[in-house]
């Protein structure tokens, strides 16, 4: 995949680049992101240099994760990243990818993750013909349930000891968001020249 650059009405959202560095390891000092995300603990300038420079251009190039760095139009301050995860599934029968984001201290509370990660989540329907995105997070994990919500997906449950985090298994939270989830849109949109395969029928069980 040849990275893109999507825009919202407060952000873009683009790849990073080598310059985001330390913003990135500013960041990730806040001990929130360690706790709930799978960032190194303790976080050093060499860790963000090796996200911006080698893991990001590396994930796009593989399509194993479109990482995306936030970033406010106003100012071009870090706000934080989003992207799709686990892209395995991506290009098989499933469609399938997993969304996730961090958002820096200092910019929460704004609106900014929902924004960011929307514009997202429609890119990966319209363009990338996904059909299921899930959300998974450690539970307990509150904020990250909150935006999901917003978002529009729906809790599916708990899956039991499925998260292995410093020798100890966690219980992981799931929920799932799909095209028809998103008001006017049933199915994967496709923009002008887009050239997917047609939508997978749906059979939901009627119980």
């Known amino acids: 995949m040849e990275p893109v650059t ?9 790849p990073f680049e080598p310059s985001d560095a330390p913003a990135v390891h500013a960041a990730c000092q806040d001990p929130g992101i360690p706790r709930w995300t799978s960032v190194p603990s303790p976080y050093g300038v060499g860790d963000a240099e090796h996200f911006v420079g080698t893991v990001v251009p590396g994930s796009w190039r593989d399509d194993t994760a479109y990482h995306f760095a ?3 139009r106003a100012d071009g ?3 934080g990243a989003t992207g799709l995860v686990r ?8 469609r399938q990818a997993e969304l996730g984001y961090w958002t820096a201290k200092e910019h929460r509370g704004r609106g900014y993750t929902v924004e960011a990660a929307r514009a997202v989540l429609r890119w990966a329907f319209r363009e990338l013909g996904v059909e299921r995105l899930e959300w998974h997070a ?3 994990n509150e904020a990250s349930r909150a935006v999901a919500r917003k978002l529009g997906f729906h809790m599916e449950g708990t899956l039991r000891a499925q998260l292995v985090r410093g020798g100890t ?3 992981v939270w799931i929920g799932s ?3 028809s989830d998103l008001p006017g849109e049933t199915a994967p949109a496709r923009s002008a020249g887009t050239r997917l395969p047609d939508a997978t029928p749906y059979l939901p069980f009627p119980g």
Request: proline share 6%; no cysteine; net charge positive.
């Open 177 to 179: 968001l799909l095209p």
């Open 70 to 72: 936030v970033v406010s």
């Open 138 to 140: 450690e539970a307990g």
């Open 169 to 171: 298994r966690r219980d």
């Open 6 to 14: 999507l825009t919202t009405e407060r952000l873009v959202l683009r």
């Open 77 to 79: 301050s870090l706000v």
């Open 87 to 94: 892209l395995g599934r991506l290009h098989t029968p499933e």
